[in-house]
């Protein structure tokens, strides 16, 4: 793993756990992590990871459009 050091300003109220989620979330985010990696990162499980996404505005599915299409259609042809 690699390590990374960042100098932020001392106007910016936060602490070393919330900056590893929010960068843990982006890269979720962009595809950059697994959830699995995201949740490690960030130092949390993943049950607990993907409820505080909602809290960055981060869907727990990463979808493109046409991948949910996909989806929606394949679960509209199953019949119970």
Not at 14 to 21: C, M, V, W
Not at 28 to 51: N, T, W
């Amino acid at each position: 793993m690699k390590t990374l050091t960042l100098n932020i300003p001392e106007t910016v109220d936060i602490d070393e756990k919330e900056a590893r989620l929010l960068l843990a979330s982006k890269l979720y985010e962009k595809g950059s992590l697994s959830l699995g990696q995201a949740a490690d990162l960030a130092g949390y499980s993943k049950r607990i990871f993907m409820e505080l996404l909602g809290n960055y505005e981060v869907s727990i599915f990463n979808y493109s459009e046409k991948e949910l299409e996909t989806e929606i259609a394949n679960a509209q042809s199953y019949h119970f």
